[in-house]
Structures are given as C-alpha cells and as structure tokens.
C-alpha cells in the first residue's frame, strides 16, 4: 500500500551494483517519495550504461513505490506491467517473483481492478507456498502480499502475511526490522480504524494497544520514524489519550508539511481532528480533518476523512439532515465492509485456479522428463528443436566409452554417472535455457547464447566432468565426454539445425573423443 513505510527488495544478488537499488529502497523507507524518484533516475541511468539488468529491475521497484506513495498509480501499474514481463527473460527466485506479482496486485486493487488483482495476489501466494521460507527474499515477499491484501481490506489475510514476513527476517538489521513492524502497526492501526466504524469498538481498541506497544517499544530504541510517530499520536487519540497526541502533533506535524512528507502529515492531521472533536471544538476539528483529506491519494484514506466529518457535522449540528447524511455514509461503509466477504471468495477462487494450472503444468514437466536424471526427455527435445530461435544454440554430447562403463563397472554405476552428469548440465543452464537426455548416454543443450559464448560453456562443462573425482565412485573409473555444438541459423529448421550439430558431435568421436567440435 502507498505509504511512508514501504519494505524493500533487499537481497543484493540481484545484481553487482545493488547498492544503487537499496539506497532507492532506503528513501522509500523513510517516506521521501520525491527524493526516491531521483535517486532512481540516477541508479537506472547507471545501471542501463553498466548492462546489469538485475540492479535495474530492482531501481525500478523502488521507483514503483515512490509513484504509489504519491497516488500515481498509472504510472507505478506501467512500471509492474513491466516488472512481469522482465520476469520472463531475467529469471529470479520464486519469492522474488511472488513479490513483483503481489506489489502489482496492490496497484491494480488501488485502481479498483479488485478481479486483477486478486488474481495477482493467487498466483503470489501460489509461488510462496513453494519458495524457501526463511530469508530476505521471502520476508519482503510476504511483506509485499501483506500490502496487497490489505488494499483489498482482506485484514485477517494481511496479519498472517506479516507476521510470518516477520519471523522469517534473520538478519541483526533494527532499520528493516523496525520497518515491518512499523507497517505491522499501521496495518492493525487501519483495521481497528474500520471495525470501529462497523461497531466493533472492542475488538478496534485490542488492536490499538498492540499497536501501541510496539509503536513505543520502537520510539523507545531511538529509531528516526516520523510515520511511528504519526502513527502513535492516532493511536493515542482514538483511545482518549488526548494530551499524548496532541503533544506528539505539535512536535511533528508542521515539519512533515514542511518536508512534503504527506503520508505522515495526513496521519497527523486525523489525529488533530480527532482530539480536536473530543473537546468540542468542531470548527477546528473540521478544519484538519478537511487538510488531510486533501492529502489523501487512496479511496480508502479519503472515505476515512469524509466518515470522520459526517461525525463531526452530526455532533455539531444535530438534527435529521445531518443524521441522514451519516446513517447514509454508514449504509455505505457497512456495504464495503461486507464486500469483504465477496472478496474472500474471489481470492480463493483465484488461488483454486492457480492450484489447476500448476497441477497442469507438474503433470506437463513429468510427462516431458528423463525418469532417472530429471533432465527434460525425448518429447521435451522434440519440442524445442522447432522453436531455436535465430542465433540459438544446440549442443548435442555423448559420454565417451559408455557401454565400456556399463560392461566393466556395472549399470549401476552406470546411472550414477548419469546423474553426476545431468547435475553438472543443470547447473551451467540460465534462465530459458534446457539440458536434455535422449536416453543411453546421449545429452542435448538448447543455449539462449552465440557460438563464441556457447563453445566457453560446452568448454566448461566437459572440463568438469574431465576433472571430476570419479574415484569415489569407484577406483580407477574416468568419464569424458565429446561433444558438437552448432548455432541456428536464419530460418533453419529444426531437423537442420540437429543434423548440423551431429555431424559436428561425429567430428568430435572421430578426433580422438573428449573434445569440442563446433560450427556456426
């Protein structure tokens, strides 16, 4: 959710200059939306000139909260749109896709696109429950799902979402931390702000101390919060704390104006307002309440303000009209609060789909795998030889002298060498790229790369193996391979492009074995 508290990416493999990114993350932090934006400007102009995509993707992350924060929203939904597509080429961690997946969700409820983002928000949840959950990656994932359910007033879901963001943040860190707390609070601060106005005055004031205790834990260490502090002095006074309030307003209020740091300055004006009401002075009350509703940039912030008016109008004036106008913003309030329930459905709806095509696409992958190596098989070959793009690569290789291995060692060992081998194939494929084993000793690699870059990885791949302890496995036992690489070239069929890299993998047995044999 926009705010002057977003969690961010944190994990620096992202790229080699992710500092550039953390320093965009760190002012998103600290809610200085506007300094954000140049500091992005600054980091994706360095980032594009050095060719580190990851650093970039991450700049521009930040770049999207910073737009949020500032309700402009079409442009932060362009830059998610984005984010996604690169998802495809770059590759990443499943937590980290679940968190470009979740932050667009948040985008897209904003809008009022509450079906596309549900079903963001499905497909977030769908890769988390398979992603590793301990680490950065997946504490700012969560962190990510816990704002996108929040904007979609799913509350109960977003609680869940933190809390297991927050235990699963490992690292002695008090500005991150202090940061998910603090987003914690502003969650239970939201929740307990709209179970008040739906009559559960309990239950809100439960929420409000917890709340509390945490917001003063924090102050307490000396962390430089201005959002806890705004988020505090409301706390203080929707539970009658009027004089804490007023003192904690008065201290932060006309520096946040000054500073443009809206986000807070709207929280500081609702707790004016507030204990403003309180004391009967309902002009004055107005007259903040009014100032943070200019500040507002979400339907929900602005519905907030204008419900804390018609109070305020009814208490002042009493009578029918003003009576009318609040029973009729309360119908309406009490509408939305019940369009919760609706949404609940929708997301389990959604997540139930997700589940579906996952099935699909684990039956697809099984369908289309080697048994014993878990590379990809014949019918996964078959399916991407057609589809080499111009200027791919295939790299066909046989392990020499199989059958001598078999006959002298027995297969068992036979399969372990296969294994060992896939293992190594696996380990040198990027993102889109696959390693495959026809059956026997036969392999294949489609690489998304050039003949120049493609001979250093074949080169590398059968000096591994050449270098390997096969020892262990059983004395005196060596394993080499022969290999023939061929790169697509403009409009050639598939069956060309196979034929091309046979001949070449010919040359390579024919040349004495363990080598390379390459052609363009």
């Not at 002298?401 to 060692?409: E, G, L, P, T, V």
């Amino acid at each position: 959710m926009p705010n002057g508290a977003r969690l961010p990416v944190l994990v620096s493999p992202y790229g080699p200059h992710a500092a550039l990114a953390l320093h965009v993350h760190d002012l998103t932090i600290r809610g200085h939306h506007t300094e954000t934006l140049l500091a992005a400007d600054h980091a994706e102009a360095i980032t594009l000139m050095l060719g580190d995509r990851r650093t970039h993707r991450v700049s521009r992350l930040g770049r999207m909260y910073a737009l949020s924060a500032l309700g402009r929203l079409d442009e932060a939904l362009r830059i998610a749109e984005d984010l996604i597509a690169d998802q495809s080429e770059l590759g990443g961690p499943k937590a980290t896709d679940a968190k470009i997946l979740a932050d667009t969700a948040e985008v897209l409820i904003h809008l009022g696109r509450i079906d596309d983002g549900l079903h963001y928000m499905a497909r977030s949840m769908g890769l988390l429950e398979v992603a590793p959950r301990k680490g950065l990656r997946y504490f700012s994932a969560m962190a990510s799902l816990a704002e996108a359910a929040r904007g979609a007033e799913l509350f109960e879901l977003a609680d869940e979402a933190m809390g297991r963001s927050i235990e699963s943040f490992e690292p002695d860190d008090d500005l991150y931390r202090s940061a998910a707390e603090l987003t914690h609070t502003e969650l239970w601060l939201e929740w307990a702000l709209r179970l008040g106005q739906v009559g559960r005055t309990e239950d809100a004031l439960v929420l409000i101390e917890k709340a509390v205790a945490v917001l003063e834990f924090w102050l307490g260490q000396g962390i430089d919060s201005p959002i806890g502090v705004a988020l505090l002095a409301v706390c203080h006074a929707t539970s009658g704390r009027n004089a804490e309030a007023m003192a904690l307003v008065e201290e932060t209020l006309p520096r946040m104006r000054a500073a443009g740091q809206h986000h807070e300055a709207r929280l500081l004006h609702l707790a004016h307002g507030l204990v403003l009401r309180a004391g009967g002075e309902w002009r004055a009350a107005r007259r903040e309440f009014r100032a943070g509703l200019e500040l507002a940039v979400l339907r929900s912030q602005r519905l907030l303000f204008q419900y804390e008016l018609a109070i305020t109008a009814v208490r002042e004036s009493p009578g029918e009209a003003t009576q009318a106008v609040l029973e009729s913003l309360r119908g309406h309030v009490e509408a939305l609060w019940q369009l919760r329930l609706d949404r609940r459905t929708m997301l389990r709806q959604a997540y139930r789909r997700v589940e579906l095509e996952a099935a699909r696409t684990t039956a697809d992958q099984v369908a289309a795998s080697d048994a014993l190596t878990g590379l990809g098989n014949r019918r996964m070959f078959d399916r991407r030889i057609d589809a080499v793009a111009d200027g791919g690569a295939l790299l066909l290789i046989d392990v020499d002298h199989f059958k001598d291995i078999n006959d002298r060692y027995s297969h068992g060992v036979g399969d372990r060498v296969l294994g060992e081998i896939a293992g190594v194939l696996r380990s040198h494929c990027r993102h889109g790229e696959v390693a495959i084993r026809f059956g026997g000793d036969e392999f294949a690699m489609f690489l998304n790369t050039g003949e120049e870059e493609a001979r250093q990885i074949a080169e590398r791949i059968r000096r591994v193996i050449q270098a390997r302890d096969w020892n262990r496995i059983v004395p005196g036992l060596t394993v080499t391979l022969s290999m023939g690489l061929a790169v697509c070239r403009g409009g050639e069929a598939g069956r060309e492009l196979y034929d091309r890299a046979d001949a070449r993998l010919y040359v390579a047995k024919r040349s004495g074995r363990n080598r390379l044999a390459a052609v363009a």
